[in-house]
């Protein structure tokens, strides 16, 4: 059973920026694919980005241009670059990975962007 850790939530103004961090407990080589999603208060859980073992990086287009999803596979971590963060950002983040049949959540990170 593979455990997802988030970190790097908080409060931040418009414009402003924060890394979120996804650390797990098996090689990230054995997902499938790793990525974040989000749901602010009311709304369904949406897709952020994927990054799949092969093919290309995913983005909603609501973030794209503004979000980077890399990864440091030595220290078996994810990470989401938020930059130009706006209010509709607010949300709790959480990380996902799936590994054939299996799919593992994190907890979930805060992130609220406001004034």
């Known amino acids: 059973q593979a455990q997802l850790v988030e970190s790097g939530g908080g409060w931040v103004q418009p414009g402003g920026s924060l890394r979120l961090s996804c650390a797990t407990s098996?090689?990230?080589?054995?997902?499938?694919?790793i990525g974040w999603y989000r749901q602010a208060p009311g709304k369904q859980r949406e897709l952020v980005a994927t990054?799949?073992?092969?093919?290309?990086?995913i983005y909603a287009d609501s973030v794209k241009d503004r979000f980077t999803l890399t990864r440091d596979n030595a220290k078996n971590t994810l990470y989401l670059q938020m930059n130009m963060l706006k209010p509709e950002d607010t949300a709790v983040y959480h990380c996902?990975?799936?590994?054939?049949?299996?799919?593992?959540w994190g907890q979930g990170t805060q992130v609220t962007v406001s004034s």
């Open positions: 996902n990975a799936r590994r054939w049949s299996e799919e593992y």
């Open positions: 990054y799949p073992n092969t093919g290309s990086r």
């Open positions: 098996d090689s990230i080589f054995s997902f499938n694919v």
